[in-house]
């Protein structure tokens, strides 16, 4: 009797996990883990955002997202103020260092770009949603400085 056991069990497809337990699983995971989780397929971005819509994700204390010199310019860093540990995470175009933040609500980033285009950023699923423009908001006066933006 041989000690590989490879060829005696089949090899498993676990990106086409059933999306009812890729919810329960991703309702357990941290926040670093289902930042990972979102790159393994469709199915598992899925999985977390629906786990997200059913409010179902774990409270894990406030995190600083931020764009690190030691990163490439598509990648945030999430540090976690709890425990004092961060990762880096990739995040959808456009390049995260050519927008910046402006605000945050129950996990969500507003982000602003070069032209004061306001999006909502979920950095865990890379889900993007569009905002009405600046201009057409009572109150709201967009601003572009080209000097900020030209690093």
């Given at each position: 009797?041989?000690?590989?056991?490879?060829?005696?069990?089949?090899a498993?497809?676990?990106s086409q996990l059933p999306l009812d337990l890729l919810v329960s699983v991703f309702s357990l995971l941290e926040i670093r883990d289902l930042f990972a989780s979102t790159t393994v397929s469709l199915d598992w971005r899925?999985?977390?955002t629906a786990a997200r819509q059913?409010?179902?994700w774990p409270d894990q204390g406030p995190y600083l997202v931020y764009s690190?010199?030691?990163s490439d310019r598509g990648t945030a860093t999430l540090h976690n103020i709890s425990?004092?540990?961060s990762f880096h995470g990739p995040l959808p175009d456009p390049?995260?260092?050519?927008?910046?933040?402006v605000g945050s609500s129950h996990g969500w980033l507003?982000?602003?770009?070069k032209q004061s285009n306001l999006h909502l950023l979920n950095p865990v699923t890379g889900a993007q949603i569009a905002l009405p423009p600046a201009q057409s908001m009572i109150g709201v006066k967009a601003l572009f400085n080209r000097a900020r933006w030209s690093s």
């Open positions: 009797m041989g000690d590989d056991t490879s060829s005696s069990s089949p498993r497809d676990w899925a999985g977390c059913l409010g179902l690190s010199a030691d425990t004092g540990r390049p995260f260092r050519s927008r910046h933040i507003v982000i602003a770009d």
